[in-house]
């Protein structure tokens, strides 16, 4: 996915126990791909 590329994660639903492990986990593999980089979430509520 483009925005993972680009380190830009977007929240736009409720946040449920799969929701909340789908982001974790993006951001986990994000972060052990370069740790120095900034990620960026974007909540909409």
């Known amino acids: ?3 993972y590329r680009e380190r830009l ?3 736009g ?3 449920d126990d799969e929701i909340a492990n789908q982001l974790i986990g993006i951001m ?3 972060n ?4 120095g980089k900034d ?3 974007y909540i909409n509520s």
């Open 28 to 30: 986990m593999y994000l």
């Open 13 to 15: 639903q409720h946040v």
């Open 1 to 3: 996915n483009r925005l």
């Open 39 to 41: 990620m960026y979430l």
């Open 9 to 11: 994660l977007f929240l």
């Open 32 to 35: 052990g791909e370069d740790e």
